[in-house]
Nanobody, 119 residues
Framework: QVQLVESGGGLVQPGGSLRLSCAAS????????IGWFRQAPGKEREGVSC????????YSADSVKGRFTISRDNAKNTVYLQMNSLKPEDTAVYYC????????????WGKGTLVTVSS
């Protein structure tokens, strides 16, 4: 069964850190570009960061640049999103998705993990 499963979300105080994981099953993740997206309450889903399949190059939105880092562990068939210096405006459901290019729209999605940044 082809699946993407996100984990690692939770409640964190402003300035704190979380690491999200996107684990794939049923297919080999390193053949694909993978993106992280988020959707805050009442807002449209937006792209956060992505990593290409070919050379591992990455892209991050201006809103998270310097704070979030995307990486992949092909041996574990997993992509990570390290989030540091979290702000209340980072509160959202975070999704990973297979994308055709980086950056690019999601083609196949996980179900998401909730990140809440609050004191």
């Amino acid at each position: 069964q082809v699946q993407l499963v996100e984990s690692g979300g939770g409640l964190v105080q402003p300035g704190g850190s979380l690491r999200l994981s996107c684990a794939a099953s049923g297919f080999t993740l390193d053949y694909y570009a993978i993106g992280w997206f988020r959707q805050a309450p009442g807002k449209e889903r937006e792209g956060v960061s992505c990593i290409s399949s070919s050379d591992g190059s990455t892209y991050s939105a201006d809103s998270v640049k310097g704070r979030f880092t995307i990486s992949r562990d092909n041996a574990k068939n997993t992509v990570y999103l390290q989030m540091n210096s979290l702000k209340p405006e980072d509160t959202a459901v975070y999704y990973c998705a297979v994308t055709e290019i980086c950056p690019g729209p999601g083609l196949y999605w996980g179900k998401g993990t909730l990140v809440t940044v609050s004191s």
